[in-house]
């Protein structure tokens, strides 16, 4: 039989495409009220935009990046992400004000909490997900 790996998070990072990096830095920045950090650009790959979502290597879940490039399109039908809060309900209401869509008023999932759905500046939807 073999080894059990140690258990960890099944996600280690995440991109959302944007096509206005600007519009939705503002927007994501605004929600969760907090900075999103600038990556200098990959000598690989010039033409990528990245910033980076805050992030400690001490906490539990993961980071991810808002990706500006030339070849990824944003958009609502591919992989949703779930960002974590203290109560969904409350970046749900800062949706609308930084110029997004709320598409799901918090609503409960059972023993699993609650969640909200909103659709950012940029086309894509993502989900908000509280234990409380």
């Known amino acids: 039989m073999a080894d ?9 990072w995440f991109e959302i495409y944007v096509t206005d990096m600007a519009r939705a830095r503002k927007f994501y920045e605004a929600v969760f009220g907090h900075p ?3 990556l200098p ?6 033409d990528m935009q990245m910033c980076m979502f805050p992030m400690s290597a001490t906490a539990t879940g993961t980071s991810g990046a808002l990706v500006k490039h030339s ?8 992989t ?4 974590s ?3 969904c309900a409350l970046e749900a209401a800062r949706v609308a004000a930084a110029g997004g869509t709320r598409t799901l008023p918090k609503m409960s999932i059972g023993e699993y909490g ?3 759905m909103a659709q950012d500046t940029e086309g894509n939807l993502i989900g908000l997900h509280s234990q409380a």
């Not at 650009?41 to 010039?46: E, F, I, L, T």
């Not at 070849?71 to 591919?78: D, Y």
């Not at 949703?80 to 960002?83: G, I, T």
């Open 114 to 116: 609650f969640i909200a």
């Open 36 to 38: 999103i950090e600038s």
């Open 71 to 78: 070849k990824m399109k944003p958009g609502v039908g591919g």
């Open 85 to 87: 809060c203290q109560d």
């Open 4 to 12: 059990i790996p140690s258990p960890m998070n099944p996600v280690g």
């Open 80 to 83: 949703l992400v779930y960002f």
């Open 41 to 46: 650009p990959m000598p690989s790959d010039p």
